[in-house]
């Protein structure tokens, strides 16, 4: 890993010259843009940024589909999503065409298998990189079930505490769960999975270990999507397990103060010491120096639904 500059220091900041030995594809634009007034992260750092965590990212983005979030003025202004990247990106991007579920219109979608393929995305503003659930070639099925402990108003202990049971509740049933921080101030925990079941077949194993949870810690937990209903609990978000459905990647950036990174855990980290700030672009580098990748091994561990259902019952 290649060591992380400080990010504040002005002789320190990515030039043009510096960006251009990243990649000899992209041509990078507007490196001095600052993208975090209050940081003072530029644009550059951002790309110098996906270049030196490209190594760890690029498995979890492989294969699958970009839903880009661009915020091309850095974190001041909301951005927007784009998903049709037809006739817009250069000719040596992997691209694939499906059918938008709601118009049945063709919609060309950035497939992110190199890292040529990410700087692009992030000099078209992409702080923070959403890649599907699936694979090109198994789109109905995907690898990994989610579940986003949103806190909305509910102290970080309590999440911790959510997790925690959800952890216990998965070993109970010999399924393996990978932590990450989401870059804010929620939780992501992961279950990877053999790419054989529907996202109506995993979204709703989802929503049956969240019960379970639920009804653990009923006091700080929700599953009421109406967010006026479940003030300062923690929200047991299984409805991110959807087709087409993106949240921020393991390892990526996000665009609030902060730039927080969405950082692997080990669960031994899970405890009332916790401080989510302390995950971002100023210390994710060191800590894999100090630490590896953590979720290394993540996809080796996938599981087999059905085998899992029988532990259920």
Wanted: net charge positive.
């Amino acid at each position: 890993v290649e060591k992380s500059p400080s990010l504040a220091n002005a002789s320190d900041k990515p030039t043009f010259s510096g960006l251009k030995k990243f990649s000899k594809k992209v041509e990078f634009s507007n490196p001095d843009k600052v993208f975090w007034p209050k940081e003072n992260i530029t644009k550059g750092d951002v790309i110098a940024y996906y270049n030196s965590i490209s190594d760890y990212l690029l498995p979890y983005l492989k294969d699958r589909p970009q839903s880009m979030r661009r915020t091309p003025d850095g974190i001041k202004s909301e951005g927007f999503f784009q998903k049709n990247v037809a006739g817009m990106v250069p000719d040596w991007a992997k691209t694939v065409v499906l059918k938008s579920d709601s118009k049945g219109e063709p919609v060309e979608w950035l497939v992110c298998n190199d890292k040529d393929t990410l700087l692009y995305m992030v000099n078209m503003g992409c702080i923070e990189i959403n890649p599907w659930s699936s694979r090109v070639k198994t789109l109905e099925n995907p690898d990994y079930i989610i579940f986003d402990l949103d806190p909305k108003g509910a102290p970080v202990g309590d999440i911790v505490k959510t997790a925690n049971v959800l952890k216990a509740v998965l070993d109970k049933l010999k399924v393996p769960a990978f932590i990450k921080t989401s870059g804010g101030n929620g939780l992501h925990v992961f279950i990877p999975v053999k790419p054989k079941y529907s996202y109506d077949q995993t979204r709703e194993f989802s929503h049956i270990v969240s019960q379970m949870v639920h009804q653990q810690l009923p006091d700080i937990t929700s599953l009421e999507r109406m967010p006026s209903k479940r003030k300062n609990k923690v929200y047991l978000d299984f409805l991110q397990n959807g087709k087409g459905k993106t949240m921020a990647s393991i390892y990526s950036l996000r665009p609030r103060e902060g730039a927080g990174v969405s950082t692997p855990l080990s669960w031994d980290e899970v405890d009332d010491q916790l401080n989510l700030q302390d995950y971002n672009i100023f210390t994710i580098l060191p800590r894999l120096q100090a630490k590896g990748d953590l979720w290394k091994d993540f996809f080796k561990e996938a599981v087999d639904l059905k085998e899992v259902l029988k532990n259920l019952s």
